[in-house]
């Protein structure tokens, strides 16, 4: 059973830096084609996709929203995938969620292509 857990949350000003941390229990070992996402959702939007990693080809992709200031990045022997956070604006405030799913997938800015959420982890930018 995958479990995903994310930390790493918090309050920052305009332009500050945070780094969130999902641990991910469940997957696979080496040679697995996971896919771990984040996304994120805002009050009252959508969820949105941010960025995606493939867990054996170490492929990435990010939304234009975040692409130059976030990095998405995995820990394959400790089972963590991170996302690093530069020159975060207000309109970053969400829930950051960690999703993964088996094999990689076309659609992978689809929330509906993910089984497997964490709870969420609230960040918040202020100016």
């Known amino acids: 059973q995958v479990q995903l857990v994310e930390s790493g949350g918090g309050s920052v000003q305009v332009g500050g830096s945070l780094r969130l941390s999902c641990a991910a229990s469940?997957?696979?070992?080496?040679?697995?084609?996971?896919?771990v996402a984040w996304f994120r959702q805002a009050p009252g939007k959508e969820r949105d996709f941010v960025a995606v990693?493939?867990?054996?080809?170490?492929?990435?992709l990010y939304a234009d929203t975040v692409k130059g200031r976030f990095t998405i990045s995995k820990d394959n022997v400790q089972n963590m995938v991170y996302l690093q956070m530069n020159s975060l604006k207000p309109e970053d405030t969400a829930v950051y969620f960690c999703?993964?799913?088996?094999?990689?997938?076309?659609?992978?800015?689809?929330?509906?292509?993910?089984?497997?959420w964490g709870q969420g982890t609230q960040v918040t930018v202020s100016s």
């Open positions: 999703a993964s799913r088996n094999n990689w997938s076309s659609n992978y800015q689809w929330e509906t292509e993910y089984p497997y």
């Open positions: 990693i493939s867990w054996n080809t170490f492929g990435r």
């Open positions: 469940g997957l696979a070992t080496a040679g697995s084609s996971y896919t």
